[in-house]
């Protein structure tokens, strides 16, 4: 196949390859179990839509004013999700990012701000680029040894705070770790961190702060925990169909915002132009779904969850999860059978994602391909 870019240009036939591609996507939804994004969308209504350019630009409350006006859709996404996440809305920053590694980059970016000085702490389980985030802010970075179901050990934050004492401290918790689906205790991690002295607690909820939110026994996880600021994904769970996550802050925590003259707007978000489709996609998914309907996702999927570790189970791979989390993890099954049903793996562990997409159905092909 020629994805060659020409010095000529071709013509509209080249959406034939696109649609190749969308077909041979489309083919794998009933096989991917691995990985926690929600393939169980339709976002097709928006076809019409895309004869313009949805671009946002600043703060949600301030931004500039574009044709589109985006600046409602922004701030209801943002106020939803601060409510769910145990903030007073009124008094929460937060804007559209292109993803959790930039909503992790925004609440860790302020909690430099806050403590110069501070080295940064996280689990050995966080997602990878929380490290690479510790080296682009020039802080240093302290992995910290995880307990055998992946949440962070507070006996090791403790011992590395106190050998940095008086620093202070700038840490992520997890709240869904990418393996393990393990949830940081925040109660424990406060605690663990005193000997540091001031801290800021940015948790990365990109995975599961929603399903936390709604879980039957929800562990602390928010503002309301003493979160400082706050991940959450916004292809995971809510389903958006591109990569995009939102950021939320403690109000009074973000600095003075630019003031950018040429735009009319004050902008504290990292980045200029953002997407307003992701603004858009965000607040119909949300819209379409409202509290009660977000909650009965998380119900679904928690019992799918529950049934793929039954089922699992009369397979002989010894399946385990976290009570409140979609991730249900097992021993590692030949590569052809990773393969075929797209398992995520570590060492000799694997998982597959209960996400709104996996059906009982999947579960028992699955479970037969396991043999
Ligand atoms: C816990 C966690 N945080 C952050 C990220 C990064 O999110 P993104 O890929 O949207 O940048 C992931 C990705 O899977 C994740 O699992």
């Known amino acids: 196949m020629d994805f060659a870019v020409s010095e000529t240009g071709s013509g509209s036939e080249d959406l034939t390859l696109l649609y190749d591609q969308y077909n041979g996507l489309r083919r794998r939804h009933a ?4 990985y926690p994004v929600n393939l169980a969308i339709d976002y097709r209504a928006f076809g019409e839509l895309l004869d313009t350019l949805w671009i946002t630009v600043g703060d949600p409350s301030t931004g500039y004013q574009p044709r589109l006006g985006l600046q409602p859709f922004e701030r209801e996404v943002v106020r939803f999700l601060a409510k769910l996440s145990g903030a007073r809305p009124d008094h929460t920053y937060g804007y559209v990012t292109s993803g959790g590694t930039e909503a992790n980059l925004y609440g860790i970016h302020l909690g430099r701000q806050r403590l110069p000085e501070a080295p940064l702490y996280f689990g050995a389980t966080a997602h990878y680029t929380v490290e690479r985030t510790a080296l682009l802010l020039r802080m240093e970075p302290v992995r910290i040894p995880c307990r055998r179901d992946g949440s962070i050990d507070p006996v090791a934050l403790r011992a590395a705070c106190v050998r940095r004492r008086g620093r202070g401290a700038v840490v992520v918790a997890t709240v869904g770790t990418t393996v393990h689906g393990a949830i ?8 663990a961190i005193g000997p540091a002295g001031r801290h800021h607690l940015h948790v990365d909820a990109a995975l599961g702060g929603l399903v936390a939110a709604f879980a039957p026994s929800p562990p602390p996880w928010g503002f309301d925990a003493g979160a400082d600021s706050v991940a959450i994904s916004g292809h995971k769970l809510i389903g958006a169909p591109v990569p995009c996550g939102v950021v939320l802050a403690r109000e009074e925590l973000v600095g003075s915002p630019a003031e950018v003259d040429y735009l009319s707007a004050a902008d504290s978000t990292l980045s200029c132009s953002r ?12 819209r379409q779904l409202g509290r009660s309907g977000l909650a009965a996702r998380v119900h679904r999927c928690l019992e799918t969850a529950d049934y793929a570790v039954r089922a699992l189970s009369r397979t002989g791979h010894r399946p385990w999860r976290h009570p409140a989390s979609l991730t249900v993890l097992f021993e590692r099954p030949p590569a052809s059978v990773c393969r075929r049903w797209r398992l995520a793996t570590s060492g000799n562990l694997a998982h ?3 996400m709104p997409h996996v059906t009982r159905d999947m579960i028992d ?3 037969r391909d396991l043999g």
Not at 184 to 191: A, F, G, I, T
Not at 277 to 283: C, D
């Open 352 to 354: 597959l994602v209960a």
């Open 31 to 34: 096989g991917f179990l691995g």
């Open 365 to 367: 092909r699955f479970c």
């Open 184 to 191: 940081d205790s925040l109660p424990e991690v406060l605690d």
């Open 275 to 286: 997407s307003g489709l992701s603004v858009a996609f965000l607040w119909y998914a949300l």
